[in-house]
């Protein structure tokens, strides 16, 4: 018979004598430092900031009722990929220190560093996965962290699902070649409300097209042909066809970028839009957009559709 993870743990569990007073990672309880701030990530999710205080406290309560088990590391341990299995990181905040945890959510812990450190069971693994979702204790994200990866994955399920549309309905069914073809790109990221209330970003994908007959520079500008909202917490992304008439409004050249241009665009948009706001993240996200708008990478369309953030971001014209 196969046994799941949680019934092992559990047994494991049952079967350890009861100790009082133990010490756990954090130290004694008498003199355990202050849980002040948790942030929970998931490998290709965005990662949520919980600071409110009834939220901490839940958290803390069974946190701190860990207890080392070594036999657990055979619990969540992959033959196949011979490692043991994560499912969340752990960023614990504690009067002004931290400590980085991998977690198990069947309720194994350990500490992430250098050297080998115990592995720890969490006696309430269910109640503790739903503070991390804000079920409860009252805890919501203050602001989101987006890993590089988790990033990637999201602009790469909204890429994926505009370059089948735009094959399927949109695509001019007859290009040549000799003559001018057409392309789809994805813009960056934009707040479906700003300031942001919740975690859905919109992606735009719009037409470029080249005459390969002539030598010009630059790029023929087609029209916006689909708005896709996307939640950074998961699910599927949201696709609105805007327009099917491929046809050529323009043309946009290219100019070189300076030294300072260059590393404002390294920004990770989509991980600054999500970011608790301060006055660095206000000013990063008006350096990227101002520069992307002052090279022709937004739309009018775009812009006229996020009247409010663009005010907000007060572009001097260029």
């Not at 708005?227 to 290219?254: A, E, F, Y």
Request: hydrophobic residues 40%.
């Amino acid at each position: 018979m196969a046994w799941s993870v949680s019934k092992i743990l559990k047994k494991f569990l049952l079967a350890q004598p009861v100790h009082g007073g133990k010490t756990s990672a954090d130290g004694p309880s008498e003199s355990r430092p202050t849980i002040t701030k948790i942030t929970v990530a998931q490998k290709g999710q965005a990662a949520k900031v919980i600071d409110e205080p009834e939220a901490i406290g839940a958290f803390s309560e069974i946190w701190n009722q860990k207890e080392e088990q070594p036999e657990l590391d055979k619990v969540i341990w992959d033959p196949v990929a011979k490692k043991m299995v994560w499912t969340h990181d752990l960023k614990i905040e504690m009067n002004g220190a931290s400590s980085l945890w991998l977690y198990n959510s069947s309720g194994v812990a350990t500490r992430l560093t250098k050297n080998k450190t115990p592995i720890y069971a969490i006696k309430d693994p269910e109640s503790l996965i739903r503070i991390m979702k804000g079920e409860i204790g009252g805890a919501k994200a203050k602001g989101i962290l987006m890993t590089e990866s988790g990033a990637d994955a999201l602009f790469k399920s909204v890429n994926d699902i505009a370059q089948e549309k735009w094959i399927e309905a949109v695509r001019p069914k007859h290009q040549s070649p000799d003559s001018l073809v057409w392309q789809t790109a994805l813009s960056d990221p934009f707040p479906s409300t700003w300031p942001l209330t919740d975690d859905s970003l919109v992606f735009y994908a719009y037409a470029r097209g080249a005459n390969l007959r002539s030598l010009t520079s630059g790029e023929l500008i087609g029209p916006v042909w689909a708005r896709i909202t996307v939640s950074c917490s998961g699910g599927k992304p949201n696709l609105v066809l805007l327009d099917t008439d491929i046809n050529p409004h323009g043309r946009q050249g290219v100019r070189p970028l300076t030294q300072e241009e260059l590393e404002i665009l390294r920004a990770r948009p989509t991980s600054l839009l999500l970011q608790e706001r301060s006055i660095e993240t206000d000013r990063q996200i008006r350096a990227y957009y101002c520069l992307q708008s002052s090279l022709g990478n937004v739309p009018k369309e775009v812009m006229a559709l996020h009247g409010a953030f663009f005010e907000w971001l007060g572009c001097s014209s260029r």
